[in-house]
């Protein structure tokens, strides 16, 4: 059954949309009530990107989780991984992140970590959906028992020194010139920051946040501005993050763009290399490319797949006790390390290698070859396009028509009215044919199907 607020990664709507004032403040006081076990004085810690309508939720969270006793500490913008950090090191109850990633600043989202550091199950976030929708005035605080909120100062040298704390001491950074496009969002200053200090000589785009410009032509969804940068400068590398840096895309130095699947090949490796793999294998997204599982198995290493989402990867990870994973889009866990994405420490061990090895990024983030990929969206107005007979037949035809050497993944997205149908294989023209007969097929659907 379908959710009403939240989706594959917390909450995220239009600002002043779906996520108003009012639901902010629910939210708080439902996630308050929610994580009020035993008889310890409870704190939660909000952090946000620099998105405008970010003052207006962080506010009206402090009133709902103030309003039934919570003490909130506010650590101001910085990247959603220094949030699933600090509620873990700061002994709080739950953390808050305000953000919609890489969407435009019009969007905010609210994403909400465990004492943990992990993001909430699906059960949990469930159960806080049923308090939102029912009264909770009966169990607000009485007046003595209010909580009190405070800003931390120190929060973004934490974060820098927990990031760093990822590498080998003795490594430094020392001769390598890196550009690193912040997207204008919360990794604005810790980013730069931190690889300035391990000895590099930074180049910086993204970093003058104005509340309107998070994610405008800038970040890893917007690599263009960053591989123009890296040509002209003659960077070894440019790195690339999202609106709140839980993800990183790559540009080597002929300035060509590295995607997540590359990342993991390389982290994979070096990490089999040095003995720290948990398992002999990553965990991935069915999006993630052919070409990946294939080199994998070169080294002896599995992929094993999940839905798309960065939270189910790492459910998966938790279950089965893999200590990487990620998805092609660049969010990339190492749960020896973190909780969540992190793009800052992504990228830094990435820096590792490149450092330890010795050679252009170019060689050493080209782990293999891509299979040839096509991803098209269908736009659908209602229905159950997908339980259509046509459609089946046409998905059957299609997959029967890649075989072994290819493979089909269909899926409505989790937040648009989309079918999105992937293909990849070792034939391109074998790819089109299938994506494109079963887009066909969904066109003709009665449910008012259309190109997308």
């Given at each position: 059954?379908?959710?009403?607020?939240?989706?594959?990664?917390?909450?995220?709507?239009?600002?002043?949309?779906?996520?108003?004032?009012?639901?902010?403040?629910?939210?708080?006081?439902?996630?308050?009530?929610?994580?009020?076990?035993?008889?310890?004085?409870?704190?939660?810690?909000?952090?946000?990107?620099?998105?405008?309508?970010?003052?207006?939720?962080?506010?009206?969270?402090?009133?709902?989780?103030?309003?039934?006793?919570?003490?909130?500490?506010?650590?101001?913008?910085?990247?959603?991984?220094?949030?699933?950090?600090?509620?873990?090191?700061?002994?709080?109850?739950?953390?808050?992140?305000?953000?919609?990633?890489?969407?435009?600043?019009?969007?905010?989202?609210?994403?909400?970590?465990?004492?943990?550091?992990?993001?909430?199950?699906?059960?949990?976030?469930?159960?806080?959906?049923?308090?939102?929708?029912?009264?909770?005035?009966?169990?607000?605080?009485?007046?003595?028992?209010?909580?009190?909120?405070?800003?931390?100062?120190?929060?973004?040298?934490?974060?820098?020194?927990?990031?760093?704390?990822?590498?080998?001491?003795?490594?430094?950074?020392?001769?390598?010139?890196?550009?690193?496009?912040?997207?204008?969002?919360?990794?604005?200053?810790?980013?730069?920051?931190?690889?300035?200090?391990?000895?590099?000589?930074?180049?910086?785009?993204?970093?003058?946040?104005?509340?309107?410009?998070?994610?405008?032509?800038?970040?890893s969804t917007a690599p263009a501005k960053l591989i123009e940068k890296v040509r002209e400068v003659r960077a070894d590398i440019g790195i690339a993050l999202d609106g709140d840096a839980d993800r990183v895309l790559?540009?080597?130095?002929?300035?060509?763009?590295?995607?997540?699947?590359?990342?993991?090949?390389?982290?994979?490796?070096?990490?089999?290399?040095?003995?720290?793999?948990?398992?002999?294998?990553?965990?991935?997204?069915?999006?993630?490319?052919?070409?990946?599982?294939?080199?994998?198995?070169?080294?002896?290493?599995?992929?094993?797949?999940?839905?798309?989402?960065?939270?189910?990867?790492?459910?998966?990870?938790?279950?089965?006790?893999?200590?990487?994973?990620?998805?092609?889009?660049?969010?990339?866990?190492?749960?020896?390390?973190?909780?969540?994405?992190?793009?800052?420490?992504?990228?830094?061990?990435?820096?590792?290698v490149v450092k330890r090895q010795n050679r252009p990024v170019s060689e050493v983030c080209h782990r293999f070859e891509p299979y040839p990929q096509l991803l098209k969206n269908v736009r659908y107005s209602g229905g159950a396009p997908l339980s259509?007979?046509?459609?089946?037949?046409?998905?059957?035809?299609?997959?029967?028509?890649?075989?072994?050497?290819?493979?089909?993944?269909?899926?409505?997205?989790?937040?648009?009215?989309?079918?999105?149908?992937?293909?990849?294989?070792?034939?391109?023209?074998?790819?089109?044919?299938?994506?494109?007969?079963?887009?066909?097929?969904?066109?003709?659907?009665?449910?008012?199907?259309?190109?997308?």
């Amino acid at each position: 059954m379908g959710r009403k607020y939240f989706g594959t990664d917390g909450i995220r709507g239009r600002a002043n949309g779906l996520i108003t004032p009012e639901l902010a403040m629910k939210v708080g006081q439902a996630t308050g009530l929610a994580f009020q076990r035993g008889d310890h004085r409870h704190r939660a810690v909000i952090g946000k990107d620099t998105r405008l309508s970010g003052y207006m939720i962080e506010y009206a969270m402090v009133a709902g989780f103030t309003s039934v006793g919570m003490d909130v500490m506010l650590l101001g913008p910085v990247p959603t991984p220094a949030v699933a950090m600090l509620t873990r090191s700061m002994r709080a109850d739950v953390g808050v992140m305000i953000s919609a990633s890489h969407n435009p600043f019009a969007d905010n989202g609210i994403k909400l970590f465990g004492p943990d550091g992990f993001k909430l199950s699906d059960s949990f976030e469930r159960d806080i959906e049923t308090m939102l929708d029912s009264d909770l005035s009966p169990q607000l605080s009485e007046s003595r028992a209010l909580g009190r909120a405070r800003r931390v100062d120190d929060v973004r040298a934490r974060y820098i020194e927990f990031a760093k704390r990822t590498l080998p001491r003795q490594l430094s950074l020392d001769g390598l010139r890196i550009v690193v496009d912040c997207a204008n969002g919360a990794g604005y200053k810790v980013a730069p920051e931190a690889l300035w200090e391990l000895g590099a000589e930074v180049f910086t785009i993204g970093v003058e946040p104005d509340g309107f410009n998070i994610n405008h032509e800038v970040g890893s969804t917007a690599p263009a501005k960053l591989i123009e940068k890296v040509r002209e400068v003659r960077a070894d590398i440019g790195i690339a993050l999202d609106g709140d840096a839980d993800r990183v895309l790559i540009v080597d130095e002929r300035g060509h763009l590295v995607d997540g699947d590359q990342l993991m090949a390389v982290i994979a490796e070096s990490w089999m290399q040095d003995g720290l793999l948990s398992k002999p294998g990553i965990v991935a997204t069915v999006m993630s490319n052919l070409g990946l599982e294939r080199h994998l198995e070169t080294l002896g290493l599995s992929l094993v797949r999940t839905a798309v989402g960065d939270r189910y990867v790492l459910e998966r990870m938790r279950e089965d006790g893999y200590n990487v994973g990620g998805e092609q889009s660049g969010h990339i866990i190492m749960s020896d390390h973190t909780t969540t994405g992190d793009g800052l420490v992504a990228a830094l061990q990435i820096l590792a290698v490149v450092k330890r090895q010795n050679r252009p990024v170019s060689e050493v983030c080209h782990r293999f070859e891509p299979y040839p990929q096509l991803l098209k969206n269908v736009r659908y107005s209602g229905g159950a396009p997908l339980s259509q007979e046509h459609v089946k037949a046409a998905i059957r035809a299609a997959e029967s028509d890649l075989g072994k050497s290819g493979r089909l993944v269909i899926r409505p997205s989790g937040t648009e009215p989309l079918i999105r149908v992937m293909g990849e294989g070792e034939d391109r023209v074998k790819v089109e044919a299938a994506v494109n007969g079963v887009c066909d097929a969904l066109r003709q659907s009665p449910d008012a199907f259309a190109a997308e």
